[in-house]
């Protein structure tokens, strides 16, 4: 069993920036490959960045290329997505997920491979 447990959303205008954390608890979160999703109202929910267990392999999606970042600490058990330079298309819902059946520690783009998830955390851009 795994916990995860997002933080750091809220509101903030248009080319502002918020850091999200998502903290693991249960597992060996240093095995495992992450990833943040996000989820506009009336849309479905879409791939932002994803991270291996190592931190080594990394991919974003282009929306949020050069704006993002993902990062994690595997001695706090925390992945964080540093968002700067926000849009108002940037407001969603953002989930952290874990990938507990990957065997090499890389990870997927696709939200179907991903087991555990946090409740979410709301980011809204305001334009």
């Known amino acids: 069993q795994v916990q995860l447990a997002e933080s750091g959303g809220g509101l903030v205008q248009e080319g502002g920036s918020l850091r999200l954390s998502c903290a693991a608890s249960g597992r060996a979160f240093s095995t495992y490959p992450m990833g943040w999703f996000r989820q506009a109202p009336g849309k479905e929910r879409e791939f932002v960045a994803v991270?291996?267990?190592?931190?080594?392999?990394?991919y974003y999606a282009n929306s949020v290329k050069g704006r993002f970042t993902i990062s994690r600490d595997n001695a706090k058990n925390t992945v964080y997505l540093q968002m700067n330079s926000l849009k108002a298309e940037d407001t969603a819902v953002y989930y952290c997920?874990?990938?507990?059946?990957?065997?090499?520690?890389?990870?997927?783009?696709?939200?179907?491979?991903?087991?555990?998830w946090g409740q979410g955390t709301q980011v809204t851009v305001s334009s």
């Open positions: 991270i291996s267990r190592s931190g080594g392999k990394i």
């Open positions: 997920a874990i990938d507990l059946g990957s065997y090499d520690g890389l990870p997927s783009l696709s939200d179907q491979r991903y087991d555990y």
